[in-house]
């Protein structure tokens, strides 16, 4: 779960450098999360047997965009733990509680984008502080350029992208049912980000 989080706040990070180098016509600006059209997943080894996958709604944030100084721009992003969200109704109150993230004492993780790397036309090395269940750790995204351009339902313009990395769960103090399930969280994450008015 907690990579969950990792991946949705330096996925966010990774638009500054997927952006900047896929579409150059991507304008400077700030840019707010879209929160009902991106997604925060997570998979971790479920017994050994499968993949079990979760998600966490309601991401908040914001992005400063430099066109002209991608590693320039500012990025900060926050997901309420307390929505943690999987097939199982239980299991989202159990996951929510203090054997695992503990919502009630640590109510949000947070990302704050610390370095940025290209690694191709359109891909790039997100790096940021992550913080989840009180515990602050560097973490590194893979992150993809997806589309930019004006909305055309609502106008705004917008930029997506897609990131995707690992993390371990037992480094932000959360190893209940380890080994049973999986220590190594896959982290996925599908994002848009609207820019604000000048």
């Not at 610390?114 to 997100?126: P, S």
């Not at 705004?156 to 959360?174: C, E, L, M, P, Q």
């Amino acid at each position: 779960m907690m990579k969950t989080l990792s991946l949705g706040f330096a996925a966010s990070l990774g638009l500054i450098v997927a952006v900047a180098h896929a579409d150059p016509a991507v304008p400077s600006g700030v840019y707010a999360v879209e929160p009902t059209h991106t997604e925060v997943m997570f998979g971790i080894d479920h017994l050994g047997f499968s993949t079990y996958y979760g998600q966490f709604p309601g991401a908040s944030g914001s992005l400063k965009f430099d066109a002209a100084d991608p590693a320039a721009s500012k990025l900060d992003i926050s997901v309420p733990v307390a929505t943690v969200m999987t097939a199982s109704p239980k299991l989202n109150t159990e996951l929510a509680g203090a054997q695992w993230l503990d919502a009630g004492k640590f109510p949000t993780m947070t990302f704050h984008a610390t370095k940025i790397v290209k690694t191709g036309a359109d891909t790039a090395d997100v790096t940021g502080d992550f913080t989840l269940h009180g515990v602050t750790h560097p973490v590194t995204l893979k992150a993809k350029f997806h589309g930019a351009g004006i909305h055309p339902m609502n106008k705004a313009y917008t930029v997506g992208f897609d990131a995707t990395g690992h993390i371990s769960r037992k480094d932000y103090g959360v190893s209940t049912y380890e080994p049973l399930l999986g220590d190594d969280v896959q982290l996925m994450l599908s994002a848009a980000f609207e820019k604000k008015a000048s």
